[in-house]
């Protein structure tokens, strides 16, 4: 049976952007988005666990028995990472170890538009990457903070669960503080990054109110703060975060949105016409009018103003997806399954 060095190293030389281990099937992995066995060799329950022990320290074995799952990065020595996560299923153990590049793209590889690159210079505000599980959230922010690193001098303060993507310093300073390692939680981190000098802080994840709370208040007192969200559309991501607090909290946090929110960059990771993936991507940038549609609660509008907000570097993702049809990156039928308005894509199709 191959050990888990090999099935890792598999992983990387087939371009497998995820490995499974689950009883019953072959080791698996997932290569341009498809679901493909990497050996003809069954895993069995007995199997299984002896690759999980092999990853698993005593902390993460004595978490898995008491809560049912676990995650933590993983080093490999190809100098890749993994993020993984091993959790009981009828009672049986799986894992999945989601390989992080080991190279930083840059925004050309990535394809952000060009309007994303200026954010990074501002000195304050929230700017959100958002869109669902593996669609390469964490990517775009990696190349984000690493351009920072390299072109100017700030202390860049990153919060994650687990860490993946490691930064030397640059020109820049950077801290990057490990949930469950380095600190316990979230709101915690969050509340002792406010006194370490900090100019950047990028949270891995914003999943509850108090982290949330704490972003906007830090993005409205001079820092610049990145944040995820599991959300599509730059509408749907600003009702998510007014959502997330108490209803008679809500008018205050629209009034601090409008003046604290500098983007909402979203992003889908989809099937390249000929093999690998590319990003399609929506932006909305905070100008007077988007400020003022949250303001008056009015965020079902905020798709027609980036519309017809092109010139200021705004995109939706109907308009990415067109150009990447066009450029014939993707397919039509791609574009089509992951349009915002399929019958308006049609018609321009």
């Known amino acids: ?36 066995s990497l050996t003809d060799e069954v895993l069995d329950d007995a199997a299984v666990d002896v690759l999980i022990k092999e990853i698993c320290n005593e902390g993460h074995w004595k978490e898995l028995q008491e809560i049912g799952s676990t995650d933590f990065g993983l080093p490999h020595a190809s100098g890749n990472r993994f ?19 080991s190279k930083l793209l840059t925004f050309d590889q990535i394809g952000l538009p060009a309007a994303v690159q200026e954010l990074l210079r501002r000195p304050r505000g929230l700017v959100l990457v958002t869109g669902p599980t593996g669609s390469g959230k964490t990517t775009t922010l990696a190349t984000m903070v690493d351009w920072i690193n390299q072109n100017i001098s700030r202390h860049i303060i990153t919060i994650e669960d687990p860490i993946e993507y490691y930064h030397g310093h640059g020109l820049g300073l950077v801290s990057q503080r490990e949930i469950g390692e380095d600190v316990p939680n979230f709101p915690e981190a969050m509340k002792r990054a406010l006194r370490q ?97 949250i303001r008056k609660n009015e965020t079902a509008k905020v798709q027609s103003t980036i519309q017809t ?32 308005d399929r019958n308006d894509l049609e018609s321009r199709l």
């Open 1 to 36: 049976m191959a050990g888990i060095n090999e099935l890792m190293t598999l992983t990387i030389q087939r371009s497998a952007s995820d490995l499974h281990l689950n009883p019953g099937r072959p080791p698996v992995g997932r290569i341009d988005g498809t679901l493909t």
């Open 83 to 101: 993020r993984v996560s091993v959790y009981r299923q009828r009672g049986r153990y799986s894992a999945v170890l989601r390989l992080i590049p």
């Open 197 to 293: 000098d900090p100019d950047v802080i990028l949270l891995g994840e914003m999943r509850d109110l108090d982290t949330i709370s704490a972003a906007v208040t830090a993005a409205e007192t001079g820092h610049l703060v990145f944040g995820t969200l599991h959300t599509t559309g730059s509408a749907r991501t600003v009702n998510r975060l007014i959502d997330a607090f108490p209803s008679n909290q809500q008018e205050q946090v629209r009034a601090q949105l409008s003046v604290s929110l500098a983007a909402v960059v979203s992003q889908v990771l989809l099937p390249r016409d000929g093999g690998g993936r590319v990003a399609a991507f929506e932006v909305m940038l905070m100008t007077p009018a988007i400020a003022n549609l």
């Open 309 to 340: 907000s092109r010139r200021m570097g705004m995109v939706t993702l109907d308009d990415s997806l067109l150009d990447l049809v066009r450029r014939g990156e993707i397919t039509a039928e791609v574009a089509l399954d992951h349009a915002q």
